[in-house]
């Protein structure tokens, strides 16, 4: 039968302890290192790189899964050592061992061992020491002699062989990983309090709070209710300072109680913004209301974009907290304007994000010039009051020898301005489009960075131009054939890592949305994509951009679509692109008689990608031109031959 007994050196719920924390703490490790990712040095311009020790100090230091790891590591070590150094009063008995004898070893090879070892080791012969007392000379006296006895007798000898001890078959013994002062009666009221507390009320309390808690989110990570004020407030022809208000009215919901309290400071922040916004400040605090949390968190939005400073701390990391959530917020906005294809206010959203990452408020065009670093706000009308692009404030820095210059041109080096290098609509096996088919726009995107020039082609020859046509091609149908919305990267791409964002909280990769719009109706024709890792372009690549594919559905009816592919940034104000595009859906059945039909159009070639993945799945491919043809000869020639014959023998 066996017996169980409670561990009373712990050793046994030390080792429990270790496999758990091992189990969560080796992958939350491993999660936490961040593979090194190609150029993610970024803007090298001063203020962003202060910014970014300033953010990777904050976040690595007192960052709680930080916190965790180093707490939890160290309980790790903690017991490991003590595991490590514990006695285990567990070994098995073996009298060979204690003999130094090998098993199985004949009985008078024995006594003759056991006699050597008597006169070496005998309480009379041996002299007491420092490291050996009295006590241990006899104990060890006393091993070798049990040991002797049980390798001699019989019946010891015989429990040894059949259960492995000298007294014969033993009970087993179960050791139990709880100290034993857990079950000690004079401790059950305690232990059925902890249980009662953990179980009956921390836990319901902790399901509870996570059940209703997520019931209380909307799937984009927002507050129900602000995505209900979102959907109620939100119009087709909303404005941009209207956008504006209505994505503040969700701090009522999303700032908690404690950060809403009003500091103040406030009542001066705001008489600034009302100094400095005027009449849109009025407008945009009539359209958020007078809620508390609303108007705080509004009163920082604003500050930051007008970059005034902050004295209070507290204040100061409110801001931040409520710019970190804006991009949560931003995203459930434009989900909703994107289910009702509005392009206005879906746009203003887009650009919303720019100027909040810029810290700059919405106004006149000529403002963007304040992105650069060390450029105010106030120094836009003064400085190149003719420039009409970011390259005309260079020159005129390098012309008054300003000594901004130096890190206006470290910023430009990786700006954010991405090129459409092309737009097409493509139907994989299909020369042209018909109703309802499936439709991919592939939009190729490069950033050119400042002053914008496009990128110059060398001169090749006619070889090296139809080779580097067909290798295009050739890269173009396997993209487009593919499930990816991104072609892969090259090894060789620059990309150009964290943006120029001195004024944001974090550290900011950027990215675009491509949007397909029809301005005339203003729609939005597809859900937008978001795009990331665009790579700089680069003169004598081969290619020097990338491809990205948004698919739809066609059109039903026949018709010639005029839309708009636009490139809209999330980082930088003013840096979007654009470019008209159209989509003509065809009748087959109208076409010309010498377009080809319908079954022509869908069966592809053989020696294409198509073709050649058509023939594989067992579907119908068409022969290449050039098989034609050579099979047109050779019937051509055969027909020749049989009139010749047939020539000479009327002849004779």
Not at 281 to 287: I, M, S, T
Not at 474 to 491: M, N, Q, V
Request: aromatic share 8%; charged share 30%.
């Amino acid at each position: 039968m066996a017996q169980y007994n409670y561990d009373e050196s712990g050793n046994m719920s030390a080792y429990f302890l270790i496999t758990f924390l091992a189990l969560v703490l080796v992958p939350t490790t491993f999660l936490s290192m961040k593979p090194s990712r190609k150029s993610v040095d970024g803007c090298q311009c001063k203020p962003c790189i202060d910014q970014r020790k300033r953010v990777r100090s904050a976040s690595s230091i007192f960052s709680k899964k930080t916190c965790f790891l180093v707490v939890g590591w160290s309980i790790l070590g903690y017991f490991s050592y003590r595991v490590a150094n514990a006695k285990l009063d567990n070994k098995i008995y073996d009298p060979f061992e204690i003999l130094g004898l090998r098993a199985g070893v004949a009985e008078k090879e024995i006594k003759s061992h056991y006699k050597k070892l008597s006169k070496l080791y005998h309480p009379d012969k041996v002299k007491a020491t420092a490291n050996m007392t009295v006590e241990a000379i006899q104990n060890r006296f006393v091993e070798i002699t049990k040991a002797y006895k049980s390798l001699t007798d019989e019946t010891i000898r015989e429990n040894l062989e059949k259960y492995g001890h000298p007294d014969g078959r033993q009970d087993i013994t179960m050791g139990l990983a709880l100290p034993k002062w857990i079950v000690e009666s004079q401790n059950n009221i305690w232990v059925l309090g902890l249980y009662g507390l953990l179980f009956g009320g921390a836990l319901p309390a902790l399901v509870g709070r996570w059940w209703f808690g997520s019931r209380q989110k909307t799937k984009d990570g927002v507050n129900a209710r602000s995505a209900a004020a979102f959907f109620k407030t939100l119009k087709e022809e909303s404005t941009f300072d209207e956008v504006l208000g209505t994505f503040s009215k969700a701090y009522q919901w999303e700032l908690s109680a404690k950060k809403a309290k009003v500091v103040p400071e406030l009542d001066e922040l705001e008489e600034q913004i009302a100094e400095k916004a005027g009449s849109k400040w009025k407008e945009v605090k009539r359209l958020c209301g007078e809620d508390a949390p609303r108007r705080k968190a509004l009163i920082l939005l604003y500050a930051h974009l007008l970059r005034l400073p902050i004295r209070s701390s507290t204040l100061q990391s409110d801001q931040t907290e409520i710019l970190l959530q804006t991009p949560l917020l931003l995203s459930a906005l434009l989900n909703i304007s994107m289910s009702r294809n509005w392009l206005a206010p879906t746009l203003s959203v887009m650009r919303l994000h720019a100027y909040l990452t810029q810290a700059l408020l919405p106004g006149p065009e000529r403002q963007r010039f304040a992105q650069l670093p060390g450029i105010k706000i106030d120094d836009v009308s003064t400085l190149a009051s003719q420039a009409t692009d970011i390259s005309d404030v260079v020159h005129a820095l390098e012309q008054q020898q300003d000594s901004r210059v130096v890190d206006v041109k470290k910023a430009l080096a990786k700006w954010g301005r991405a090129e459409i290098a092309d737009a097409a609509f493509k139907v994989i096996g299909e020369r042209v489009v018909t109703p309802s088919s499936i439709v991919f726009l592939v939009v190729k995107l490069r950033i050119t960075p400042p002053p914008y020039k496009p990128v110059e082609a060398k001169e090749l020859d006619a070889d090296e131009i139809k080779r580097r046509i067909k290798f295009n091609d050739e890269k173009d149908d396997e993209f487009l054939t593919s499930r990816k919305e991104a072609e892969d990267l090259a090894s060789d791409d620059v990309l150009p890592g964290w943006a120029h964002a001195p004024y944001w909280p974090g550290e900011r990769k950027p990215s675009w949305w491509v949007v397909l719009a029809d301005e005339k109706s203003n729609r939005v024709v597809v859900p937008p994509m978001r795009v990331t890792d665009i790579p700089l372009a680069q003169s004598g690549r081969e290619r020097d951009y990338r491809s990205y594919k948004i698919q739809f559905q066609a059109p039903q009816n026949v018709g010639v679509f005029t839309w708009k592919v636009l490139l809209v940034s999330d980082t930088f104000v003013g840096e979007d692109s654009s470019r008209d595009i159209t989509l003509r859906i065809e009748d087959v059945s109208t076409l010309p008689a010498d377009e080809p039909s319908e079954d022509e159009i869908s069966d592809p070639e053989e020696d294409t990608i198509a073709g050649q993945m058509a023939a594989m799945r067992g579907g119908a491919v068409k022969k290449s031109k050039g098989v034609e043809e050579e099979s047109d000869d050779e019937s051509s020639t055969d027909d020749d031959e049989s009139s010749d014959s047939t020539s000479d023998s009327d002849s004779d």
